[in-house]
């Protein structure tokens, strides 16, 4: 281990699009910002290079928002990057992590196409802040010839990736230490390694401290601004380069000593700065004096602006024998700040529909080459990008849920979901009007692609627009002549579901038609049996608490709202556990009800859980429950509903903190789909809560798999096709579906539609342990938490629905996956 004799130092500032001010603002900022690097570029370019200032664009989204509005400073900004002042990186902007392999993919498009038209290098992704990224986010990186991806993860009520049990950030022992954390707590252990994607992409990947820690350290100012802030709230920072150089000369030693005893093996080390000491920083020129001032008076350390790029090169050069010890790393990364998706629950439900969309309006836009489809089509996954960007609310948002920052803050962010709707609409229509010759009666519009086809049907959603359906006396009508039962499948806005046999590739069309033989609802004909055969069996006959159909058995039980027994037709398989203290598709929403609130299921609680928290701290947790947890009572019998495309037992409950919740077990006739549907009219609550609906599975020692943003991976491992160790392993996001396999050899797909965020095990969220794990069978979707103490609403009331499906499937195929997905129909013309 050689000393460390050199820090690299970059200045950047941390792009979020709210949180500090309103996101209005924070874009007149950036401006400013940019204005002046550009300004402090020109006026260093000449000074020794260790000090000369140098600009890190930590995300693309900076770069792209300045040109747009600055277009007349394209060149000097170029030219700044050509003379290696500044750097442009890939990533657009940092997403949650239930961004999909596709939106991320293409969101790093714009920074390769700058950087090619301009002949500029692009050899970093930067991250900071966030937690986890779809493990996509390598093989994306790869594809596109990026070879280096530097984070600064925020271990804020989060895990280490790669740390030790406990360990944290290094400026928390400055900032906390003796009254919270134990001197002997770990810290985070910058080191690299290459991530590799599940395609096989890979990158070299550096783990950095905070994105802050030399504002901590002095390098940069280390005022902080905890109060309301202005655009200009900067002016009241007045330390001067000669106060953060003596703080510096007391911090960088510790810093450097504890590295060296912690096991750091590099000569080098990698410095984030901010221009202040805060997120949205504009650049600075004390950190300038200070390194100056810095080398004059020192030579066993030496430190220097820098790029992330340059930091990569020679970490790659110069350290040969450390070099050939980089581990490859090929598993997921899974978020351990995703749990702010519920706290939009609606707008989240609403963001899924529109992943869900884009490949088919995209494949629609590209082939109508229109110009105005494509420029909504673009409109829509800006749109959608900056929607799935991490910061949702402002820093007040639960200290203060009623200032005007909060409100205007969250009614921003919200904004965007419905507007990459509105657009992805507008792009449709456009198309549809380029490609299609109007006809005389009104056509309902589906697109059909290879796995809609493998899948043989899919269960396609569509609303009325302006025409008056009647699903028990109208049918839809195929080219081929095959008449169509449809369904109301929804209220306010009304909607509707048919199940569409899929045999071509293709724009397909369906039009109303009135049959002479109307079918009634509880006799209507199968299209499709288990066997593709018996096209005439009616649905056999149902019991008040018992819902049949050629595939599935469904027996309810009337306390919970949930099931007895979900059994598969052919083989006789149960897949309820009746061992469970919960029911099979409950909702039980759970309350912080300990004295220190959200502090109990945030950071305080991971520090005593770990072991790193001092006597005074665990005495302050007083003894008692941490959490309550309320299921709502049934208050109505359940009442069958047979219909055309499935049957449904429905019925209420309700309870105090709950409100009232619609419960809808639905068993379709021609597809072998299960479907629970919860209409929860949600309740305001006061005190920090979360909300699960339950499903204990009979799946104990079997095994099961996430879907992440880019592939499947096993969580609880930490081998090849695990998760990265020293991730969360308390709850996680997943993209479509989880898919298990029973240990007697027996597979399932579960696909929480609407929510994506799921807990494994048991309810517990405190738990803070990230050591490996076995899957006993209960999984818990997670539509709803408030626990966050930042940047996200403190509650929620409203109208929320919650879907979840069922497919049982022999091989885990993508067919399976597929038919029991949603299908949007792109409309009527």
């Not at 300004?39 to 747009?68: G, I, N, S």
């Not at 639960?398 to 509105?422: C, G, N, W």
């Not at 204990?696 to 099961?704: S, Y």
């Amino acid at each position: 281990m050689a000393p460390t004799t050199t820090v690299y130092v970059m200045q950047m500032a941390h792009t979020d699009l709210g949180y500090t001010h309103a996101r209005e603002q924070i874009e007149l900022m950036y401006l400013s910002v940019y204005d002046r690097v550009l300004e402090l570029c020109a006026q260093t370019a000449q000074d020794p290079e260790p000090h000369r200032f140098k600009w890190t664009c930590e995300t693309a989204w900076q770069v792209h928002h300045y040109l747009t509005h600055r277009p007349e400073r394209l060149d000097e900004f170029v030219h700044y990057v050509r003379t290696g002042q500044i750097e442009v990186t890939a990533a657009y902007l940092h997403f949650t992590d239930m961004i999909d392999a596709d939106a991320y993919g293409r969101s790093l498009d714009w920074a390769v196409n700058f950087c090619r038209e301009h002949d500029l290098p692009l050899r970093c992704a930067v991250h900071n802040d966030i937690n986890g990224w779809p493990w996509s986010v390598a093989d994306s990186l790869a594809e596109r010839g990026i070879p280096y991806f530097c984070s600064h993860v925020h271990l804020d009520s989060a895990t280490d990736p790669l740390g030790k049990r406990g360990s944290g950030h290094y400026q928390w022992r400055r900032e906390w230490a003796q009254e919270i954390l134990l001197p002997e707590m770990p810290v985070r252990q910058p080191q690299a390694f290459y991530w590799q994607g599940p395609q096989g992409g890979k990158v070299l990947h550096w783990l950095n401290e905070h994105y802050l820690l030399g504002n901590v350290l002095g390098v940069s100012s280390s005022q902080g601004f905890g109060a309301n802030k202005t655009p200009y709230f900067t002016e009241y920072d007045r330390l001067t380069a000669d106060d953060l150089y003596a703080q510096l000369s007391v911090e960088l030693p510790l810093y450097l000593e504890r590295l060296q005893s912690d096991g750091y093996p590099y000569a080098s080390l990698l410095l984030s700065t901010g221009g202040f000491y805060v997120d949205n920083a504009p650049p600075d020129t004390r950190w300038l004096q200070v390194i100056a001032r810095w080398n004059a008076e020192h030579r066993d350390v030496q430190l220097r602006t820098a790029l992330p790029g340059e930091w990569f090169a020679q970490l790659e050069s110069s350290q040969p024998d450390v070099k050939t010890s980089w581990p490859t790393h090929q598993v997921a990364w899974p978020d351990g700040w995703a749990h702010g998706l519920g706290s939009a629950t609606d707008r989240i439900a609403q963001a899924r529909r529109t992943q869900r969309r884009r490949a088919s309006v995209i494949d629609l836009v590209e082939n109508s080459a229109s110009p105005q489809a494509q420029a909504h089509l673009a409109h829509a996954l800006e749109e959608e990008r900056i929607s799935l960007e991490h910061t949702f609310n402002a820093w007040c948002s639960v200290t203060q849920p009623y200032s005007p920052l909060t409100r205007i803050q969250h009614t921003s962010k919200m904004l965007h979901f419905d507007l990459a709707e509105l657009y992805l609409d507008e792009a449709v229509g456009t198309a549809l009007r380029t490609t299609i010759t109007p006809a005389p009666e009104p056509h309902l519009f589906i697109p059909v692609d290879a796995d809609s086809v493998q899948a043989k049907h899919r269960l396609v959603h569509f609303t009325a627009d302006d025409l008056a359906l009647t699903p028990d006396t109208q049918m839809l009508l195929t080219a081929t002549g095959l008449e169509l039962p449809f369904q109301v499948e929804a209220h306010d806005p009304q909607r509707y579901i048919v199940a569409l046999p899929t045999q071509a590739v293709g724009l397909t069309s369906l039009q109303l038609t009135t049959p002479s033989l109307v079918v009634s609802a509880s006799t209507s004909p199968l299209l499709f049996a288990k066997d593709e055969q018996d096209a005439d069996a009616a649905a056999p006959l149902q019991s008040p608490t018992t819902l049949n159909t050629p595939f599935w058995r469904l027996d309810l039980d009337p306390a919970t709202g949930g099931l007895h027994h979900l059994i598969e037709q052919e083989s006789q398989r149960e897949w309820v556990d009746p061992s469970s203290p919960h029911a099979f598709g409950q909702l039980v929403h759970e309350r912080v009800v300990h004295p220190l609130g959200r502090a109990a299921v945030g950071n305080t609680a991971r520090f005593i859980a770990l072991d790193v928290a001092t006597e005074a701290v665990r005495k302050s947790f007083a003894p008692g429950p941490i959490v309550d947890h309320t299921s709502v009572t049934m208050v109505k019998k359940p009442v069958l509903h047979p219909g055309r495309v499935y049957d449904e037992l429905q019925w209420s409950g309700e309870a105090q903190s709950i409100g009232q919740v619609q419960v809808a077990w639905r068993g379709y006739h021609q597809v072998p789909v299960v479907e629970l549907v919860l209409t929860w009219d949600k309740l305001w609550c006061d005190l920090p809560e979360a909300a699960y609906v339950t499903f204990p599975f009979q799946a104990q020692g079997g095994e099961l798999e996430f879907e992440t943003g880019g592939g499947w991976f096993k969580p609880g491992s930490h081998t090849q096709g695990g998760q990265i160790p020293g991730t969360i392993s308390h709850y996680y996001t997943i993209q479509r579906a989880a898919r298990m396999k029973t240990s007697d050899n027996h597979q399932l797909y579960w696909l929480p539609l609407d929510a994506p965020l799921v807990m494994p095990n048991t309810l517990h969220y405190n738990n803070w342990e990230t050591e490996p794990w076995q899957w006993n069978g209960f999984l818990a979707s997670m539509p709803v938490n408030h626990y966050w103490h930042t940047n996200f609403s403190s509650s929620q009331r409203g109208q929320l629905r919650l879907r979840y499906r069922f497919i049982a499937t022999s091989t885990h195929d993508t067919a399976a996956l597929v038919a029991a997905l949603p299908l949007d129909a792109y409309g009527w013309r």
